[in-house]
């Protein structure tokens, strides 16, 4: 079991920033692939950006250039920057180790009102 512990999400109007953190337990951490998902509301989980353990990120077509994904293997997180949010942004976000996903946090949500 890794425990993967996510935050940082809540409530913001359209155009609006946050930030969301996922915290990993440390050897695992350092030599995965991780990734942040999301699921809107009646939909699919879909990819939203990844990054490999040297740091290469890929993204959504639907979030390049609003969102940005960083890890800090010192503290064993990721991270997801979310800029110029949409109501379209609105759902629940999971980070996941590996790829295939292995393990995946418990989620949290993020709503963008307009």
């Known amino acids: 079991q890794v425990p993967l512990v996510e935050s940082g999400g809540g409530l913001v109007q359209a155009g609006g920033s946050l930030r969301l953190s996922c915290a990993a337990s440390?050897?695992?951490?350092?030599?995965?692939?991780m990734g942040w998902y999301r699921q809107p509301p009646g939909k699919q989980r879909e990819m939203v950006a990844t990054i490999t353990s040297g740091g290469t990120t890929n993204y959504a077509d639907s979030v390049k250039g609003r969102f940005t994904i960083s890890r800090d293997n010192t503290k064993n997180t990721v991270y997801l920057q979310m800029n110029s949010l949409k109501s379209e942004d609105t759902a629940v976000y999971y980070c996941g180790l590996g790829t295939p996903v292995g393990y995946w946090g418990q989620g949290t949500q993020v709503t963008v009102s307009s």
């Open positions: 440390g050897n695992i951490f350092k030599l995965n692939f």
